[in-house]
């Protein structure tokens, strides 16, 4: 059963016990789950059935049959472009597609070994220090989503001792991308299969990045801080920054006949498997699902290992972990997908934000059009009636 967060634009449901604030007793798991934070008509998520919706679509009918600017179109304006609107709305997203000389000069002075996701949250802010005034709009959103492939690309060829490329304005968001990165013309499959995850990738209900950007912007800060604080969250290992260390993990299985035995060995040290398991999904993440028939199409060598590590391990977590049910979810085959079109793996995460920009300014425009300061409250379990000593006395 679900309940709100008083200090949200939601209206209460139920009255749980589960409630947060007022004088309520605290979430009995921890990590707010089952608590219900906003109200979104962009995505939902039902995590017993395996299904995600935007804005009505079931994820599996927009994976491979819709571009990743008719979904952003979906998301941003609430419904799917007709031609003229995709054309308008690819004309934007390239005129924003720029690298100003401000922000090559921040990119260029960071170290080389930089992670790229630092390197995306420190370009998007500088982007923003210079460009973004007032309150969250469209046209700001459509900028910043833009930019995140030029920042990145440009970071890409200057740790490799490149001169970073204008943008091609013909080009579409996936391919663009992918040429910013190797400055050749991408070639069709990989911009296929690249522009289907940016598709599965562009929202997820109340993940902890979306969370965290629908904070910032109830505070009426702007569209880029919050953006900047969702880049943040996305970062950790917990949420976006599993796919590298599924690659990380899959190389050093390296064999099919090797990985029972790394696997066994993993969770006996009780390290988590990445790839697996979901706070909402208690089945298979549909991304999943379409990721993985993209990946076997990818690369079908690849993915003969990766599916027998995908099989082993859920016996395995089942096996030890029983009654969690922990499945595949969508950063598994992110990997293998990713990895197929070119990308070195310290690129999966920021990837994966290049994406979520939808999402995330989506959520940043639905909270300001609807706004209350999301403020919850802590159980306080300190201390309360100490003694005061002063400095000179302790
Ligand atoms: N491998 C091994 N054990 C796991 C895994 C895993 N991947 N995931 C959960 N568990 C176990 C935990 O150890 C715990 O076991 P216990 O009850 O014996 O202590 C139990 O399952 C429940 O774990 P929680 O941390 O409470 O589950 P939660 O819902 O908070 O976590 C999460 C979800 C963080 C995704 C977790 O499954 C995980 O760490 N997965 C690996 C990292 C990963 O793949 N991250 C990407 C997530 S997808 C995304 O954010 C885009």
């Known amino acids: 059963m679900s309940t709100s967060i008083p200090g949200t634009n939601e ?54 049959t819709t571009s990743f600017e008719e979904v952003a179109h979906l998301l941003w304006f609430g419904h799917l472009p007709s031609k003229a609107e995709l054309a308008d709305l690819k004309a934007k997203l390239a005129a924003e597609r720029t690298l100003p000389t401000g922000v090559l ?12 996701m630092d390197v995306l949250r420190t370009a998007a802010s500088a982007w923003g220090a210079s460009t973004i005034k ?18 990145l690309a440009a970071f890409h060829r200057l740790r490799n001792g490149q001169e970073p490329l204008e943008s091609r ?9 992918l040429y910013l990165l190797s400055g050749k013309q991408p070639e069709q499959q990989h ?26 912007a109830s505070t009426e800060s702007d569209i880029v801080s919050a953006t900047v604080a969702a880049v943040g969250a996305l970062k950790g290992p917990l949420h976006g920054g599993a796919p590298s260390k599924v690659l990380d993990m899959l190389l050093e299985i390296g064999t099919t006949e090797n990985a029972e035995n790394w696997l066994r060995n993993a969770l006996s040290m009780g390290q988590r498997l990445m790839g697996f398991g979901h706070r909402v999904y ?34 395995l977590l089942e096996e030890q972990k029983p009654g969690r049910r922990l499945n595949t ?10 990895s197929s079109v070119g990308l070195p793996g310290d690129l999966f995460t920021p990837t994966f934000a290049v994406s979520r920009a939808v999402g995330w300014t989506a959520h940043i425009l639905e909270q300001v059009g609807n706004n209350r300061l999301i403020r919850p409250e802590a159980d306080y ?14």
Do not use: C, W
């Open 11 to 64: 209206n209460p449901q139920t009255t749980s016990p589960n409630t947060i604030g007022n004088g309520a007793s605290k979430p009995s798991k921890g990590g707010l789950e089952g608590i219900v934070a906003a109200t979104t008509a962009l995505s939902k998520v039902e995590g017993t059935a395996g299904r995600l919706i935007y804005r009505g679509y079931n994820i599996h009918d927009l994976a491979t």
């Open 105 to 116: 000069k921040v990119i260029s002075d960071l170290p080389t070994t930089a992670e790229p």
């Open 134 to 151: 007032g309150k969250p709009t469209i046209e700001q959103a459509i900028a910043l989503t833009a930019h995140f492939p030029v920042f």
């Open 169 to 177: 304005s013909e080009l579409g968001h996936a391919a663009n991308y």
């Open 191 to 216: 911009v296929k299969a690249l522009d289907a995850y940016l598709v599965l990738l562009a929202d997820h209900g109340m993940n902890a990045s979306t969370f965290t950007a629908r904070v910032v």
């Open 282 to 315: 208690k089945t298979e993440d549909p991304r999943a699902e379409e990721l993985r028939a993209l990946a076997r199409l990818a690369d079908p060598q690849e993915f003969v290992l990766a599916r027998r590590v995908e099989e082993l391990a859920l016996a």
């Open 329 to 338: 979810n969508v950063e598994f085959y992110s990997a293998v997908l990713l």
């Open 381 to 394: 379990i300190g201390l309360t009636d100490e003694h005061f000593v002063p400095l000179d006395a302790r």
